[in-house]
């Protein structure tokens, strides 16, 4: 499957600023709103996703709240595919399944439609989308959710993988992962 050389890795790593110490201190946040402000590189950015995952037979993108929406979303329609969202708890409106995950402090929770996922294809191939990896918890949730929903997790892909917190390691035992750009 396609990947990035090195300069088009740069490329697409300038148009995401960095904001230290946001939401708290030691926090180097990925703000990717530079990137979708730039047609360019999001243009270049989604036109690579689309040749990575055009021929994979993929049935469904299931995208993050929130920065998943944006790509995923955009990716399905290039790939004239379907998308699902992966919600906070409480936003959906019909039925759903749940998957809990920890975080340093407490819990949190991703929610499904229960038939998000139907179509007349037995365990159909979902691509899962977000933004960022960092510690993993959220991705490896919604993965969890994917399996519990009868659907196949093909691949995992983030825009940027924060490679020092190796979230990846975990997602790893459970599928594929594809990450645009390592942060080390
Ligand atoms: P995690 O569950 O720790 O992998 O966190 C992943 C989620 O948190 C993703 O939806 C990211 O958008 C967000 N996130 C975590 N750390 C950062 C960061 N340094 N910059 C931007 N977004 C982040």
Same mark, same amino acid.
């Given at each position: 499957m396609?990947?990035?050389?090195? #300069?088009? *890795?740069?490329?697409?790593?300038?148009?995401?600023?960095? @904001?230290?110490?946001?939401?708290?201190?030691?926090?180097?946040? /990925?703000?990717?709103?530079?990137?979708?402000?730039?047609?360019?590189?999001?243009?270049?950015?989604?036109?690579?996703l689309t040749?990575r995952y055009e021929?994979q037979g993929i049935d469904f993108i299931a995208g993050i709240?929130?920065?998943g929406?944006?790509f995923g979303?955009?990716l399905a329609?290039?790939l004239?595919t379907r998308f699902v969202?992966i919600?906070?708890?409480?936003?959906?409106?019909?039925?759903?399944? #749940?998957? *809990?995950?920890?975080?340093?402090?407490?819990?949190?929770? @991703?929610?499904?439609?229960?038939?998000?996922f139907?179509?007349? /294809?037995?365990?159909p191939k979902v691509l899962l989308i977000d933004?960022?990896?960092?510690?993993?918890?959220?991705?490896?949730?919604a993965v969890?959710?994917i399996?519990?929903?009868?659907a196949s997790c093909a691949e995992a892909c983030f825009?940027?993988?924060?490679?020092?917190?190796?979230?990846?390691?975990?997602?790893?035992?459970?599928t594929e992962v594809y990450?645009?750009?390592?942060?080390?």
């Amino acid at each position: 499957m396609k990947t990035l050389n090195e #300069s088009d *890795k740069q490329y697409i790593l300038r148009a995401i600023r960095n @904001v230290p110490d946001y939401p708290k201190p030691g926090i180097q946040f /990925k703000d990717i709103t530079t990137l979708l402000n730039d047609p360019q590189v999001f243009h270049f950015l989604m036109d690579h996703l689309t040749a990575r995952y055009e021929d994979q037979g993929i049935d469904f993108i299931a995208g993050i709240e929130s920065r998943g929406f944006i790509f995923g979303a955009a990716l399905a329609a290039s790939l004239r595919t379907r998308f699902v969202p992966i919600r906070k708890p409480g936003k959906l409106p019909y039925t759903t399944i #749940s998957e *809990k995950y920890t975080l340093e402090y407490g819990f949190d929770e @991703v929610e499904l439609h229960i038939d998000a996922f139907k179509t007349d /294809k037995a365990n159909p191939k979902v691509l899962l989308i977000d933004d960022l990896i960092a510690t993993g918890g959220t991705a490896k949730a919604a993965v969890n959710l994917i399996n519990k929903a009868c659907a196949s997790c093909a691949e995992a892909c983030f825009i940027i993988n924060l490679a020092f917190l190796q979230g990846d390691e975990e997602i790893k035992k459970q599928t594929e992962v594809y990450s645009v750009l390592e942060i080390d």
